[in-house]
């Protein structure tokens, strides 16, 4: 069956008037109010002040005009000054239907620009309210699960953190008197840290494939879209081949990214956003990627970025990064632990991978009327 549809003014209204909007400079921490704006993050600061709640009742979506976000609010808050738009479900429609509906949207993106104008060209689904609130509450059920499983993800990522902490301390404390070592002091005799090709050129099907620092992550690097360049433009950068021997770090746009290489990166190039740090040992190179990967040396990372056109983390600034390095039956313990929630975390993510898959089909399915509950319980399972 497919739903009869109606115009997105016949849908949704758009109350963002007469809301008193919060600029930036205001939000807090804490406070008893909370701002929401169009950023990712759900919730961007706090306020003090109860009365520069928005006057709509509730539940309302707020979308961003620059971003492209959508956001379920059903709790009091005050409003992001930048580019907010505030709406409501018109009769005959559920709220929570017509948040999941507009997530499914394939919006324009203008950069920078504002987008509300496309969105109010798109028309919308309309099956009967019962329908609606069954849909939403399936699609609520699935999205539940991936929560759950970014929660875990997150979990797994702060528990590598704790084994750290728990075997050798806080570095910054070093109440063990480790010896710390520059980073460059770790690299393979004979090589260096370096970046890698500088104007890579146009997208070349059969080239070499470059990874860039949007490729970079904690299980590798993302090989399913690499930009590949021409051999002739690689061939000058021979230097900054990989080997095998690697770790990755993103010195521009994913900065502080850090990655190791795998078997199938051998004879790809790095992008200049990316840093090359070889490094012999399989266990130090282990050992170091998870210490680069932790709080204390991000801060590090942030606090040496040098802004010019964009910021950026400079190869003296990498060279120079202080790593403790406790004894190697130590390394060679902590690597160990490293491998085990990796392997954790790895499951963890292809879960993920298979929900996200099955929440955009169960989307398709709801809003062409295909959607049936015993399905979508059969697949989350």
């Given at each position: ?232 433009v690689e061939s000058k950068y021979a230097r900054s081949r990989i080997r095998g021997n690697e770790i990755l770090i993103g010195c521009v746009g994913a900065i502080g990214e850090v990655a190791i290489v795998s078997s199938d990166d051998v004879d790809s190039n790095i ?88 929440f955009t089909s169960v989307q398709h399915r709801a809003f062409s009327g295909t959607l049936w509950n015993h399905e979508v319980i059969g697949e989350a399972a």
């Amino acid at each position: 069956m497919t739903w009869p549809e109606v115009s997105f003014q016949e849908a949704l209204r758009d109350v963002s008037g007469g809301n008193v909007k919060v600029p930036k400079a205001e939000f807090r921490d804490a406070g008893v109010l909370p701002v929401i704006d169009q950023g990712q993050g759900r919730i961007a600061g706090y306020v003090d002040d109860s009365n520069l709640a928005q006057r709509n009742d509730l539940p309302v979506i707020v979308f961003g005009d620059h971003t492209r976000c959508f956001k379920y609010v059903d709790f009091p808050f005050a409003v992001g000054a930048d580019g907010v738009k505030v709406l409501t479900a018109k009769d005959g429609f559920d709220a929570r239907y017509l948040f999941w509906f507009l997530t499914s949207l394939d919006i324009p993106s203008a950069g920078y620009s504002r987008h509300y104008k496309y969105l109010k060209e798109f028309s919308v689904a309309k099956p009967p309210l019962e329908e609606q609130q069954r849909i939403a509450a399936v699609l609520d059920q699935v999205d539940a699960l991936r929560v759950e499983r970014r929660g875990a993800i997150v979990l797994l990522d702060d528990l590598i953190q704790s084994i750290f902490l728990d075997m050798f301390g806080d570095p910054s404390v070093n109440g063990s008197a480790f010896e710390v070592r520059e980073l460059e002091d770790l690299v393979v005799r004979g090589d260096r840290i370096n970046y890698g090709v500088v104007q890579p050129g146009r997208h070349v099907e059969d080239g070499i494939p470059l990874i860039r620092s949007g490729d970079l992550g904690r299980l590798g690097v993302d090989r399913s879209s690499l930009m590949r360049i021409s051999p002739d433009v690689e061939s000058k950068y021979a230097r900054s081949r990989i080997r095998g021997n690697e770790i990755l770090i993103g010195c521009v746009g994913a900065i502080g990214e850090v990655a190791i290489v795998s078997s199938d990166d051998v004879d790809s190039n790095i992008a200049r956003a990316v840093a090359r740090v070889p490094i012999a040992s399989d266990t130090d190179r282990e050992y170091v990627a998870a210490y680069l990967r932790m709080d204390f040396a991000q801060r590090y990372f942030t606090r040496e970025l040098r802004t010019v056109a964009q910021p950026t983390l400079n190869i003296k600034q990498i060279k120079s990064a202080p790593v403790m390095f406790p004894p190697y039956s130590l390394r060679s313990k902590f690597a160990e632990r490293v491998r085990c929630v990796t392997r954790q975390r790895v499951t963890h993510v292809a879960h993920l991978a298979t929900l996200d898959e099955l929440f955009t089909s169960v989307q398709h399915r709801a809003f062409s009327g295909t959607l049936w509950n015993h399905e979508v319980i059969g697949e989350a399972a």
